[in-house]
């Protein structure tokens, strides 16, 4: 398509006959009325008949002197930009038509969606470098006919450029703009020809081989080696002229069968259908006596290839179709629709039947066109129009590909991406908001040890404490959902989780929903942290409540069982690899869940909710528990019959020789004071401020630092540190790097980090043994215990 305004078409001028035949028509009518007055004795209007003719013969006169208008372009008309505009869209490379100084005239598509706009070339280069080979290019075309670069930076990347100077008075200049590091669609299809798809089109009947431009034979199928190259002799180096012979009708015989042979038809298929004189594809078959296209060796032929194909007539309908055209088109049955148009939406019917006119006859070409399919309109595919001779009837090919598998996993990528890119922003978020409530939580202990109950402050301290840490729930939510919560995974049975919370679970559902809980047997054991699977097997068990409360009420049925891997194979599933698993299901009796929404159940902030009765952050944080737990969780449902949630945890396998943790006694409250000194090592100054505080009442002497290179300042002072508790995250130096710095001069010094970040993916990331970990937020008891246990380990 044209992106400007095209100069508008002169008129073709009159030539001189043209110019002249009215006048003289007129002055000679005007001379015989003149004769036939003055002959019935009418003077008066003979004077003035005769007067008009003599005008009529002076303006002939004087229109027959009026000069030419000159040709333009040398064929007297101006330049048709439309038909150039056309031209440069049958090309997917970016290109563009300048005058002689660079001037944008016509842009392509692919130009302007890889350069951002029409500019002219020569302003799109991002340096000195590239704006100064832009021009140097545009001279050398200007002034040698042709010009190249590469390595051209621009705001898309890197590229090179092809200038050629066109028009035939040589005042403008093409500009090409070559994809680099494309495939070669020419290897492709040798690779295919020697493989199995070259023994189906084999068993087929059919000969297969691939020549390049110049006539070299590329490579071929087996059925073609076997009739065509002679015997103990190699496929390279052979011109495939010199194995087939083409008559002046279009058949063909293979040299190697004799004067006698059978004739052939031919087919030629272009491996880039814009390049007819390219590298390509001859499909040979033996030519039947009754020539009809609905034999049934072609269609056999047609069935077997994996890409869709149609052929049709001169007339513009439909001869016949193999089934991957049918399944690409969405044709139901056998009926076969009449002509191409009827199977696109309105919009691109007028298209499809110009595209198919155009090459039904004249030369033979081909075209790609993006359209929509009536019976699937949602994404655009590409359809490839080309003219095909010597096929009898056939005038026009069409292949068509089903790429609704593609376009499916496109959308999943991009689902993929989003989720991954909020799961960021969540995760960073919750890291932040960790520190914040980590000295709210802590503050409001440090002031509780100054009031007692009775107090009139200790309410109000108590109802602070209490809401942060709700908001330290809502931290975890996020985390859970970007796969960063700190788990504290168990080796644990399923049936032990679900009794757990089924009592609470019974609260929770109401009088009019009905618990029903069975268990499988032989379930094996799973690793898992049993707070986030309870919490998991709430939010579904909430959500199948609010969803059968519309009912009226109903079942909702907790079901444990074991899936084996052989079963597992059986499923098929591209997602679930074969393994043994312990499965978990949670299945209701509500109004289900419509095909169009199922897939954004587990997006984040995405609810079908009332305004104010959902956060949208319920089966996202299920997801995400579940993903980060190892298991893979799966939806299933029908709209008016209910919903069905299974949930595949992998079986836990001990490790033979394995060395199992060691247990570390939990302290009891009267033990949680102690004595040393302490590195406390930690960027934020409030969480800093704290824990000092923290430490210090419970009797140990504490040293604080900023970031890692003050801590190893510290270290270098030969002062006895009992315990190193740093920050993971810090500028400078983050808490890892120190502690590996800090091990080489102290191989003994203990250390206990401290992050809202998981405990299992930091410690993957962190290469230090006999390290302890404490999640954000903390309260002053738990940084206490976990001071002590952390001295208190071997």
């Known amino acids: 398509m044209l992106h400007q305004d095209l100069p508008a078409l002169d008129s073709t001028p009159l030539d001189s006959v043209s110019r002249w035949l009215l006048p003289v028509l007129v002055g000679g009518a005007a001379l015989t009325g003149a004769v036939l007055a ?85 302003s799109l280069g991002n340096d000195e470098d590239s704006g100064q080979s832009l021009q140097l290019v545009k001279t050398m075309a200007w002034r040698d006919g042709g010009g190249c670069a590469a390595g051209i930076g621009t705001a898309s990347g890197p590229t090179a450029v092809e200038v050629e100077r066109v028009g035939s008075s040589g005042d403008l200049l093409l500009w090409r703009f070559p994809q680099l590091g494309a495939p070669d669609p020419t290897q492709a299809a040798a690779k295919r020809l020697a493989g199995p798809v070259g023994d189906r089109l084999g068993a087929a009947g059919l000969l297969a081989a ?139 019917k007028a298209p499809v039947a110009n595209a198919v006119r155009r090459n039904a006859r004249g030369p033979a070409m081909s075209g790609d066109l993006a359209i929509r399919l009536a019976r699937q309109n949602t994404d655009p595919v590409a359809l490839t129009v080309a003219g095909v001779r010597g096929l009898g009837d056939a005038a026009v090919l069409l292949l068509l590909k089903d790429n609704s598998e593609e376009a ?49 402050d200790y309410d109000d301290i108590q109802q602070i404490k209490s809401n942060s840490n709700r908001a330290a729930g809502l931290t975890r939510q996020l985390l859970a ?78 079901q444990t069982y074991a899936v084996r891997a052989d079963q597992v194979a059986e499923l098929g599933s591209e997602i679930l690899p074969i393994a043994d698993y312990s499965a978990l299901s949670v299945t209701d009796t509500g109004s289900g869940i419509a095909a169009n929404v199922l897939g954004k159940v587990f997006e984040p902030f995405f609810t079908t909710k009332e305004i104010g009765k959902g956060t949208g952050l319920g089966l996202s944080t299920v997801y995400g528990i579940v993903k980060q737990s190892g298991g893979f969780i799966f939806a299933d449902s029908k709209v008016g019959e209910g919903t069905r949630f299974v949930i595949y945890l992998p079986v836990h396998r001990e490790e033979a020789g394995a060395a199992k943790p060691r247990k570390v006694a939990k302290p009891k409250e009267h033990e949680l004071w102690g004595t ?119």
């Open 38 to 122: 003055w002959l019935l004795a009418y003077p008066m209007v003979a004077g003035l008949l005769g007067l008009a003719g003599l005008v009529a013969a002076l303006a002939a006169v004087f229109l027959d002197k009026k000069p030419q208008p000159p040709a333009v372009d040398g064929i007297g008309l101006s330049r048709d930009f439309s038909i150039l505009g056309s031209a440069l869209g049958l090309t997917t490379e970016p290109a563009a038509l300048t005058d002689g100084d660079g001037t944008m005239l016509i842009a392509n598509s692919a130009y302007r969606d890889r350069f951002g706009g029409a500019g002219s070339p020569l």
């Open 210 to 348: 691939l020549v390049d431009a110049d006539g070299m034979l590329l490579a071929a199928n087996r059925t073609f080696a076997a009739r065509a190259v002679p015997l103990n002799q190699a496929t390279e180096k052979l011109r495939f002229t010199d194995l087939v012979e083409f008559s002046s009708e279009g058949q063909a015989r293979l040299v190697n069968d004799g004067e006698s042979a059978r004739p052939m038809q031919a087919v030629h298929i272009p491996v880039d259908p814009r390049e007819d004189q390219g590298a390509a594809t001859f499909l040979l078959v033996d030519a039947h006596d009754k020539g009809s296209l609905d034999s049934a060796d072609l269609q056999a032929l047609l069935e077997i290839l994996p890409i869709g194909l149609a052929l049709v007539d001169r007339d513009g309908r439909f001869l016949t179709m193999n089934r991957a055209f049918r399944v690409a088109a969405g044709i139901k049955g056998t009926a076969m629709p009449s002509y191409p148009g009827d199977l696109v939406v309105k919009e691109d």
């Open 408 to 456: 499916k996993l496109k959308r999943q990528i991009a689902q993929a991406t989003k989720m991954q890119v909020v799961g960021q922003l969540a995760g960073g978020v919750a890291h932040d908001f960790n520190n914040i409530l980590t000295a709210i939580i802590g503050h409001c202990d440090l002031m509780l040890m100054r009031h007692t109950p009775g107090d009139s």
């Open 481 to 558: 959902f970007s796969r960063q919560q700190t788990l504290r995974p168990q080796v644990l049975q399923l049936p032990d989780v679900v009794s757990e919370v089924s009592h609470l679970l019974k609260r929770l559902l109401g009088e009019t929903v009905k618990l029903v809980v069975k268990h499988g047997r032989d379930l094996g054991p799973v690793r898992a942290d049993p707070g986030q699977l309870e919490q998991v097997i709430v939010n579904l068990a909430v959500n199948a409540r609010d969803a059968m409360a519309a009912e009226g009420g109903g079942t909702l049925t907790i």
């Open 676 to 794: 040393g000194t302490i590195l406390l090592v930690e960027d934020e100054p409030m969480v800093r401020g704290v824990a000092e505080r923290a430490l210090s009442r419970h009797g140990y002497t504490v040293i604080t630092a900023d970031n890692g290179e003050e801590a190893l300042e510290v270290l270098a002072r030969g002062e006895e540190i009992v315990l190193l508790i740093s920050d993971v995250v810090m500028p400078v130096m983050d808490g890892p790097t120190m502690g590996r710095e800090a091990r080489k001069s102290r191989p003994d010094l203990k250390i206990l980090f401290m992050s809202g970040y998981a405990e299992e993916q930091l410690r993957n990331s962190i290469d230090i043994d006999n390290v302890a970990f404490l999640p954000k937020p903390f309260s002053v008891q738990e940084l206490a215990e976990a001071t002590r246990r952390a001295i208190a380990a071997k």
